[in-house]
C-alpha cells in the first residue's frame, strides 16, 4: 500500500512539473521576432508508461539545429514531457515555435521549420548593371558597374545580410565624361577671280555622346557658306551634352588672294585696273600719253599662277603722216587716238586769227593733255597751206576737210572734232584756252581721263 502511494504522489508532482515548465515556454515563444504558428494547446495529464518510455517521434530541424532536455534526462528526448530549444543555422530564418514539447497524445506542441533568407530584389540602375554571386541570398555578393563613359558614384559592392538587408545605399552611374566632337580639316580657300573674298562651306562636325542623346552644339566664327575676306579666319565649336559635360574644337579657313607682281606704269603711259591691281582675275589696261600710242596689246590679265597674260606693251611717239594725198587717209590716223582743233582764216593777217594762234601756242601743253591736235588750214588757192606742228599737208587733204568738215575760206572758224570724227563745237571769234578746256572737259573727256588730268594737270603749269 506504501508502495503504491509513492507511485501516485510521483505522478501528481511530475505532471505540475510539466505544465508549469510549459507555461513558462509559451511565454518565451511569444517574444520571439520570428514567424511562428499561434494556436491555443489542450494539456492532459499524461500517463505516464516507463515500460515504453519512447513517446514522440525523434525531432529533426533542416538547417536548423534541436536542443532538448528531457524529465528523464538524457536518452529520453522524445518521451513524454520532452521540451526542445529550436534554432536555425546562420542564413536561415525559423518559421514557427522557438520550442516545442511533447505531449501526451505523442505529438509535438507544433510545427517549426528553417526558410532560407532572402533579400529584396536589387532595382535597375540607370547607365550601368550589377553582378551578384549568389542572387539576393544571404552573402550574396553584388558587384556594380557603368556603361562606357560613366562613373559609379556611391558604394560598389553590397552584401545580403543575415537581416535580409542590403548593406550600403543603392549608388549612381554619373556621367563626368565630356562628348566627343571632331572639327573638319582646316583649309584655304583662293578668292574668285576678279575678287578679294571667297564663299567657303565646311561640314558639320561630328558628335557624339556615351548617353546617345542629343547634344547642344555652339558655334564661335563665320558660318559655313560665308563669303570671307583675305585673311586667317578661325572657326570654333562648342558642344554641350545633358550633363552639361563640355568638348570643344577648331579649325581654320584661309582665304587666299592669289597675286601677280605689281605693274609699272609704262613710259609716256599709265594703267587702269580693276578689283586690287594685281590680284588673281585683276584685268589692267594700258593708255598712253597725249602725242603717244599703244605699241602691243591692250589689256593684260593676272592669271591664276601668279603671271601676267600677254606682252608689256610700250608707248611710242605718235607718227602723224602728212605725206598722205587724201583727208580721210589723215583723219583715220586720229580715229579714236586723238581729238581735233581745226583753225582756219583767210589770211594769216586776220585779226581774229593772230589773236587766236596766241592764246593757242599758250594752250598747247594744255590741249595736249586733252588729247587734241591741232590742225591749221590758212589762206585761200592758190596760196592755201595746211600744217600741223610745221608739218605741211597736200592741197588736196586740204580741200578735202574744208570740205568734210563744211569750212568756208572766207572768215575766220574754229571747229571742235571729237576722236571719232564728229564735229562737236564752231567757234566764230577768238576763245581762251580755259573756255576751250571747260567744253573739252563737259562734254568730251570720259571719266578716265578726268581723273588722268587731275593727276597731270600741274604738268603745264
Known amino acids: 500500500m506504501a508502495k503504491l502511494y509513492i507511485i ?83 542564413g536561415y530564418k525559423l518559421v514557427g515555435r522557438l520550442s516545442l514539447q511533447c505531449m501526451d497524445n505523442r505529438r509535438w506542441s507544433g510545427t517549426a521549420h528553417c526558410r532560407r533568407v532572402r533579400c529584396h530584389v536589387l532595382p535597375v ?44 545605399a543603392e549608388p549612381i552611374c554619373a556621367d563626368h565624361e565630356s562628348p566627343k566632337i571632331k572639327c573638319p580639316m582646316s583649309k584655304v580657300k583662293v578668292a574668285e577671280p576678279g575678287k578679294l573674298t571667297a564663299r567657303v562651306s565646311w561640314d558639320r562636325p561630328h558628335t557624339s555622346d556615351t548617353s546617345g542623346k542629343t547634344v547642344d552644339l555652339m558655334r564661335v566664327g563665320p558660318e559655313s557658306g560665308s563669303t570671307l575676306a583675305e585673311g586667317i579666319h578661325i572657326v570654333r ?9 563640355r568638348a570643344a574644337c577648331k579649325f581654320t579657313v ?27 582675275g585683276a584685268t589692267c589696261e594700258y ?32 607718227q602723224i603722216k602728212t ?18 582743233l581745226v583753225v582756219s582764216t583767210p589770211n594769216v593777217a586776220n585779226q581774229y586769227y593772230k589773236l587766236q594762234n596766241i592764246m593757242i601756242q599758250k594752250a598747247d601743253c594744255g590741249l595736249d593733255l586733252r588729247r587734241v591736235t591741232v590742225i591749221e588750214l590758212l589762206g585761200v588757192e ?10 605741211y599737208l597736200d592741197s588736196q587733204v586740204i580741200e578735202g576737210l574744208r570740205q568734210a568738215l563744211h569750212i568756208s575760206t572766207s572768215y575766220f572758224t574754229m571747229v571742235l572734232v571729237d576722236e571719232y570724227g564728229v564735229d562737236r563745237e564752231r567757234f566764230m571769234n577768238p576763245t581762251t584756252s580755259m573756255e576751250l578746256y571747260a567744253y573739252i572737259e563737259d ?16 604738268l603745264c603749269e
Open 125 to 168: 540602375i540607370q547607365y550601368g548593371t550589377f553582378h551578384c554571386s549568389d542572387s539576393v541570398m544571404v552573402d550574396s555578393r553584388c558587384e556594380y558597374l557603368c556603361h562606357p563613359g560613366y562613373q559609379l558614384e556611391g558604394d560598389r559592392v553590397r552584401i545580403c545580410q543575415t537581416d535580409g538587408s542590403w548593406t550600403g
Open 323 to 340: 605725206d598722205v594725198k587724201t583727208a580721210a587717209a589723215l583723219l583715220d590716223q586720229f580715229h579714236e587716238k586723238r581729238r581735233l
Open 287 to 318: 593708255h598712253c600719253d597725249s602725242g603717244y600710242e599703244r605699241s602691243g596689246t591692250t589689256t593684260r590679265v593676272c592669271r591664276f599662277d601668279r603671271s601676267w597674260s600677254d606682252e608689256l606693251p610700250q608707248c611710242v611717239l605718235m
Open 254 to 280: 584661309h582665304v587666299e588672294v592669289r597675286k601677280c607682281p605689281p605693274l609699272k606704269q609704262p613710259l609716256h603711259g599709265y594703267l587702269t585696273c580693276s578689283s586690287d591691281k594685281n590680284n588673281y
Open 382 to 391: 592758190p596760196r592755201q597751206v595746211g600744217r600741223i606742228k610745221g608739218h
Open 443 to 458: 562734254y568730251l573727256l570720259e571719266e578716265e581721263e578726268r581723273e588722268r588730268l587731275e593727276i597731270d594737270r600741274d
Open 8 to 90: 501516485l504522489l510521483f505522478e501528481a508532482q511530475f505532471v505540475s512539473w510539466i505544465c508549469g515548465h510549459y507555461t513558462e515556454v509559451t511565454s518565451h515563444s511569444n517574444n520571439n521576432e520570428v514567424l511562428h504558428e499561434e494556436e491555443e494547446e489542450t494539456y492532459y495529464t499524461p500517463r505516464l508508461d516507463y515500460n515504453n518510455p519512447r513517446w514522440c517521434h525523434t525531432l529533426t530541424l533542416p538547417n536548423g539545429d534541436v536542443s532538448c532536455s528531457s524529465p528523464r534526462h538524457r536518452n529520453h528526448y522524445s518521451s513524454l514531457g520532452t521540451r526542445c530549444e529550436l534554432s536555425c543555422d546562420r
Open 237 to 245: 565649336y562648342r558642344v554641350y551634352d545633358q550633363a552639361r559635360n
